[in-house]
């Protein structure tokens, strides 16, 4: 697999955590034990000496830096002014997921964690060459982290049980027919046993 990276996307307090706006995310997220197999990936990968990278998203309250209206997506949730702010509990990864070890990437605008962030000379300095999948979404998240990094030249591996999306019949075939042409599909229990 060559020297790997967990990419943790958006697994935030203002996601699905205690200050989620998504609840039918939060729903599937534990309907499919994401956080707890999430977790276990993670633990797995410290201990294997295989870098954790949070790849978290925020806002500035005056919205400076980021892309507000070029999407219908944003423009709905950019409604309310205290979305993922800056400096706010919302944009904390959830606690039972951080390890004072691990990286941050945080961005400001779209929804690939490559985008206008350093994640990819990062990933370059640690040596990585294949960037593991966990968190959400099967929407837009995790297609964009795996569709960039593959465009950048690495191996995709998303985490199955580790990751959702809403609704589930759209979730489950975005893993089938897009997640399936661009990485690599394996259970928390797959990966932990080549680790």
Known sequence: MGRSAVLVMEMQRGVIGDLAKFPDLVAACERH???DNARVVLSAARTAGIPVIHCTAAFRSDRMGSHTT???FLAVLL???GHMLEGTGAVEVLPSLRDPGDLESRRYH???PFTGTSLDMTLRSLGVTTVVAVGVSLNLGIPGLALEAVNLGYRVVVVTDAVAGIP???AQAVLRNTVSL???RVTAAELLSTW
């Open 33 to 35: 034990h994401v956080v």
């Open 70 to 72: 070029n999407s219908p």
């Open 182 to 184: 661009l990485a690599s």
């Open 168 to 170: 589930e019949e759209y």
């Open 79 to 81: 409604k309310d002014p």
């Open 110 to 112: 779209g929804f690939s």
